[in-house]
């Protein structure tokens, strides 16, 4: 009996020391940078644009907090290498010194990483000086994790493991063809996902277990989002889906959150945070033996002096080469509604600015290389800011299409043109999809009383259209011909060739899988934002002998009956949903 006295009260000082050991540690958080590394906000008191925050003041406020004797670690969520042009023209090298400076501990892998092809995936992982974690990330031979699956990193007496989760979606809303051997026939990696969504939480649940058995407090840093069309691999479906974990600090979906609490599989309480995108926050979360908080700073008036430089540096060189004014736009063009700039109109309708990227690409084919397309197409994934009347610039057409994609043509039978639209449309009218497609030379109908009924397969990709024609969304798709400046009937049997970047045609991103039987007629011939580029430069010139973006000026107006409307916010009229 004194034995057993003896062992209850040894466990239970056992107990009580490793709860007294759970000490205080601060989390500073950022997700969905997106390269904004010259970032401005709105001054409340003038009105007038002011310098917002920066991986200088994520360094600063890190600097100042460890300054006043806490513990801190800083974290990243995913999309941070990709996004403006200050990331394009290096392929995010400058980023990545930014977080080294910074002092990054650890980041997750967004599905924007891969943007710039997997080999420089690799190469940002060993240029940086933090490491990268993706539970989910495998190899299809070993089914082993790519990256390390979790990381623990130690203050004191304690100890906080990292566990990292990147989107399934990154198959698609990245580019397919780079988890793929080089004769892009057989998938080499892969991202546990499921297509009810079990992978994905029991290869999360595994590296849990795993982690929590050598750390005080478990965080999962994911790339997931709470957007419901990501169901269901978003991040509140993964924790009440598992346990084992304290907090979710979440990206992908661009979401502001400051502080959610979610029940577990356990019915216990996860603390979910997202700092919302482009540095519009920091996020800052307490864990402590008491209980786990979150909040979002949006203002801090220190910077560090050497982050600072670093950013200042590259910035000016950037800004150097694209701030050459080569147009004037005399109306905004728009991705979200000019009356509710919260609402991102780009991924499921048309926009004004949706209609100039695809009119770009059919200008280009036409008339710089003289090739015959009959449709130009641009996905709304991939035009991604809202361009203000005035100077447009090479940097106002990099913002709008950041990824540095090239121009390529192919041929395909009416019938894939109208998978392709089918595909496109299948969200409208339920939630966003950035591979919604904007066109030119085409215009047709979608009807949101049909449900979609596209076949994809585990990762989200294209297998076939609905069964009947009767089932398709898409309606009454019509095509321009030049010649007779006439709007025709699509022809199922007829060949037609469509222009676009290769990230959609040769590289089956947002799951467009049908190109792969599509056959190429021209490849690798200008990168996205030049062709707009040149777009722009050739409309008439004003009064001011500049060329001016406008309707009555447009390039395409020697083609009769032509769809034109930029002053229009929601475009030209060539997609109707109904």
């Given amino acids: 009996m004194m034995k057993r006295i003896g062992l209850i009260l040894s466990l239970t000082f056992m107990a009580f020391s490793l709860f007294a050991e759970r000490g205080n540690v601060t989390i500073l958080y950022t997700n969905d940078v997106h390269t904004y590394i010259a970032n401005t906000v709105k001054d409340k008191a003038t009105g007038k644009k002011v310098p917002g925050l920066s991986y200088a003041s994520v360094a600063a406020l890190r600097q100042d907090l460890i300054a006043e004797g806490k513990s801190v670690a800083l974290v990243d969520a995913g999309d941070h290498a990709q996004g403006t042009a200050y990331g394009a023209m290096d392929n995010g090298a400058s980023i990545i010194k930014l977080m080294n400076a910074a002092g990054y501990d650890v980041a ?44 623990v990193l130690k203050f004191g007496k304690t100890k906080v493991a990292f566990v990292g989760v990147m989107t399934p979606e990154t198959y698609t809303k990245s580019t397919p063809a780079y988890f793929m051997d080089e004769t892009q026939t057989e998938f080499i990696y892969k991202i546990a996902a499921g297509e009810d969504g079990k992978e994905l939480y029991e290869t999360v649940q595994k590296t849990v277990n795993k982690a929590a058995k050598k750390a005080d407090y478990v965080v999962v840093i994911g790339h997931l989002g709470v957007d419901p069309t990501s169901s269901p691999w978003t991040s509140e479906e993964v924790i009440a889906n598992t346990y084992g974990f304290d907090a979710f600090i979440d990206g992908h979906s661009h979401s502001t959150i400051p502080m959610k609490v979610v029940k577990n599989s356990k019915g216990k309480d996860v603390v979910l945070s997202s700092t919302g995108s482009y540095l519009a926050a920091i996020g800052k979360m307490s864990l402590s033996a008491s209980g786990i908080t979150s909040e979002l700073v949006t203002s801090y008036d220190k910077t560090d002096a050497e982050v600072a430089a670093i950013a200042k540096e590259w910035t000016e060189s950037v800004d150097a080469q694209l701030n050459q004014e080569i147009a004037v736009l005399d109306a905004p063009m728009y991705i979200n509604d000019p009356e509710n700039p919260k609402n991102r109109l780009i991924r499921k309708q048309e926009t004004n600015l949706g209609d100039f990227v695809p009119d770009a690409v059919y200008y280009y084919f036409n008339e710089v290389e003289k090739l015959d397309c009959d ?51 299948r ?60 709007w025709e009937a699509l022809d199922l049997n007829k060949k037609y060739a469509m222009g676009g970047i290769n990230y959609t045609l040769r590289q089956m991103g947002d799951g467009f899988a049908m190109f792969g039987n599509t056959t190429l007629l021209k490849d ?43 002053e229009n916010p929601n475009g030209s009229g060539r997609i109707t949903i109904k």
């Fill in 524 to 566: 690798y011939c200008g990168e996205d934002y030049l062709v707009a580029a040149s777009y722009a430069k050739a409309f008439a010139k004003g009064a001011d002998g500049k060329p001016h973006i406008n309707t009555k000026g447009s390039p395409l107006n020697s083609y009769k009956n032509y769809m034109i409307d930029y």
């Fill in 375 to 425: 449709i130009g197409i641009g996905n709304g994934g991939g035009i991604r800011v809202d361009v203000p009347a005035g100077s447009y610039t090479y940097n106002s057409a990099k913002k709008v299409q950041p990824f540095g994609n090239v121009m390529c043509l192919i041929e395909m039978t009416g019938k894939e043109v109208l998978d392709v639209l089918e595909f496109g449309s």
């Fill in 427 to 486: 969200k409208v009218g339920t939630g966003e999809n950035g591979g919604f497609i904007h066109v030119a030379g085409a215009k047709f109908t979608i009807d949101t009383s049909i449900p979609d009924s596209c076949k994809v397969n585990d990762k989200g990709m294209w297998t076939a259209g609905p069964e009947t024609l009767d089932a398709y969304r898409v309606k009454d798709v019509q095509i321009y011909n030049k010649k007779t400046g006439a």
């Fill in 108 to 151: 997750t892998l967004g599905n924007h990483e891969f943007d710039y092809g997997a080999a420089r995936v690799f190469e940002i992982m060993k240029e940086a000086n933090f490491p990268y974690l993706a539970c989910n990330f495998l190899t299809v031979k070993k089914n082993k994790p790519v990256t390390d699956a979790y990381k």
